[in-house]
């Protein structure tokens, strides 16, 4: 996974012109440059793009052009390794955390959903595409749960590799995606099948150079959309009668 500034530098060096850090971070999730699911990425890449100027001054990778608009330093100077990498190190390590605990925070709350409901779930202990393993009526099922946050643009937007997503292609596999709130959480629950027919249908689009699927779930209305409005998907909302 990339760090938030090595995904600035790349969408910088491919758009050759200064961006505002909204755009950088809209054009990093997009591109699949970045993988996060704190609720303001935005917020946390204007943050590492500033301090990395602020502290690295003349060897930063970044200059300001504008206001919140930044750009690849074109006069950078290589220093040796510092106190400083170390900060920033110790920074990137603890985005990664507290994305971990978001995603682990996700297969509890599926995992005592499924055994309020009569299923035998667990959790398993190692990860191998699978989440939870959850067996009812002599049924065997496989989940994979993906749990996020809402960002700025008011979307909850998740990442499935690809080489897992085929891997585990079957009839008995299903696919949860947790969108978390303070005042709530909503299970989004596909059969394998199903999230197979919206990457057929562009609902869901792959990304980083085809090695994973980006999935964009959005509330209007009263209604869930994939992606966009041609895609809505509320009958997979909170419909735990689908796993079987």
């Keep these: 996974m990339n760090t ?21 971070t809209r054009l990093a999730l997009e591109d699949g440059l970045l993988e996060t699911q704190g609720a303001t990425p935005e917020a946390t890449m204007n943050a590492r793009i500033t301090h990395d100027i602020k502290h690295r001054k003349e060897s930063s990778d970044f200059i300001k052009a504008a206001p919140s608009t930044f750009d690849i330093n074109p006069n950078r100077v290589d220093i040796p390794a510092s106190k400083l990498i170390v900060e920033e190190d110790l920074e990137e390590e603890k985005i990664v955390i507290e994305s971990s605990m978001t995603g682990k925070a996700g297969e509890f709350l ?23 393993v959850a067996t009812r009526d002599n049924k065997l099922f496989g989940i994979q749960i993906k749990t ?34 303070a005042k709530e959480n909503n299970f989004l629950i596909f059969p394998f099948y199903e999230l197979e027919k919206k990457v057929h249908e562009k609902a869901i689009l792959e990304v980083n150079q085809k090695t994973a699927y980006r999935v964009n779930i959005k509330f209007r209305d009263n209604t869930v959309y994939l992606g966009n409005k041609d895609h809505d998907v509320s009958y997979f909302l909170n419909n735990w009668g689908i796993i079987k």
């Design 4 to 24: 938030f500034k090595q995904a600035a530098i790349a969408v910088l060096k491919k758009a050759k012109k200064p961006l505002h850090y909204k755009e950088i």
């Design 110 to 132: 599926v995992c005592s959903e499924l055994l309020f409901r009569g299923y035998n779930a667990s959790i398993m202990s190692v990860d191998t595409g699978l989440d939870i």
């Design 148 to 181: 996020s946050n809402l960002n700025q643009y008011d979307t909850y937007v998740s990442t499935v590799r690809k080489v897992s997503f085929e891997k585990h292609g079957s009839n008995n596999v299903y696919y949860i995606f947790v969108s978390h709130t």
